[in-house]
């Protein structure tokens, strides 16, 4: 009778285990335990994404409530999809929307160039001068949707491609990009303020910022 009490708690409890598992993997799960922790060490990270281009969904939902943006982008395609589309149409107009991206004029084996090269060893399609051309490309459109936005700041950097940075003054969104994936299929930590997180990318931001040039392609009426 006790060996069969104790094989019938034995399966419970296994099959609990594994109902724990499987919730933990979930992402929302996943998410509450990592608030919980975050709250705890003071650290402020509330979710960890996967990828990259999982967050975007809710970055859309943080930029409708901004009262200011700051972005920081290794190549700025992002800026280009529907996420930041409201920014640029004036459906949504917080007070600053500070934007950097790389220098695609600088000499040759600049920080650019070091990005591209990484890249290039994990994507045979990446050739040296594409990196350059999706900076530019990305520039120009925003001076074209930027054009009647006078919130708008365009700067570009050079400086090492550690991480892309999208900020509000309620969170901010950081990747740290790898020499072995594309900055999309990298994992993406979401930190609300105040937290040490927040800190570190708004710090980041604003180190770039003050090393940065304006773009001379943003032209206001």
């Not at 922790?37 to 859309?60: I, K, P």
């Not at 399609?125 to 009647?148: E, H, M, S």
């Amino acid at each position: 009778m006790n060996a069969f009490l104790l094989g019938i708690l034995s399966s419970l409890a296994t099959s609990a285990l594994l109902l724990a598992l499987s919730l933990l993997r979930a992402a929302r799960p996943l998410w509450w335990l990592t608030a919980a922790c975050s709250w705890f060490n003071g650290t402020g990270l509330h979710r960890v994404y996967r990828r990259q281009a999982s967050a975007e969904q809710a970055m859309r939902h943080d930029l409708a409530r901004a009262q200011w943006v700051k972005v920081m982008a290794g190549r700025g395609n992002i800026l280009t999809r529907d996420t930041f589309a409201p920014l640029w149409s004036g459906d949504l107009s917080p007070a600053s929307v500070q934007i950097l991206l790389p220098d695609p004029d600088t000499p040759h084996e600049s920080w650019l160039d070091r990005r591209s090269h990484d890249v290039a060893r994990f994507d045979p399609g990446f050739t040296p001068d594409l990196l350059r051309d999706q900076v530019r490309a990305n520039i120009n459109y925003l001076a074209q949707a930027a054009r009647a936005q006078r919130n708008i700041h365009l700067h570009r950097y050079n400086l090492p491609h550690t991480c892309r940075v999208i900020a509000t003054d309620k969170a901010a969104y950081l990747t740290f990009y790898s020499d072995n994936a594309h900055g999309r299929n990298s994992p993406c930590l979401y930190a609300r303020a105040p937290g040490l997180l927040y800190t570190i990318a708004l710090q980041q931001f604003d180190t770039a910022w003050a090393n940065s040039t304006e773009a001379p392609l943003t032209q206001h009426p």
